[in-house]
């Protein structure tokens, strides 16, 4: 059995800082792309970024400049560190990542159960 669990998020300030984690654990054999994503009310979850498992990034537009991905292979973690937030950056933020677990043959694409990030005005 893997778990993804995230961390960090809360409610700040515009032009502030937040820091989010994700803990993958379980009968890991390895872990390929990780990835955040988020979904704003009434709207389609969308991808935030994400890190291959050789350090490749991509990042959506909205995005770029102000936040970056980042993972720590020895610990099963990824993180985004979000800076200069907006109020349009207010959603629920899911980190998922590839995963090949003991008992299956191939990556299997894992799901956190989301973090609340609320930026006021």
């Known amino acids: 059995q893997v778990q993804l669990v995230e961390s960090g998020g809360g409610l700040v300030q515009a032009g502030g800082s937040l820091r989010l984690s994700c803990v993958a654990s379980g009968s890991i054999i390895s872990i390929n792309d990780m990835g955040w994503y988020r979904q704003a009310p009434g709207k389609e979850r969308e991808l935030v970024a994400r890190v291959t498992s050789g350090g490749r990034t991509t990042y959506a537009d909205s995005v770029k400049g102000r936040f970056t991905i980042s993972r720590d292979n020895a610990k099963n973690t990824v993180y985004l560190q979000m800076n200069s937030l907006k109020p349009e950056d207010t959603a629920v933020y899911y980190c998922?990542?590839?995963?090949?677990?003991?008992?299956?043959?191939?990556?299997?694409?894992?799901w956190g159960q989301g973090t609340q990030v609320t930026v006021s005005s």
């Open positions: 998922d990542a590839y995963i090949l677990s003991a008992g299956w043959g191939d990556d299997y694409d894992y």
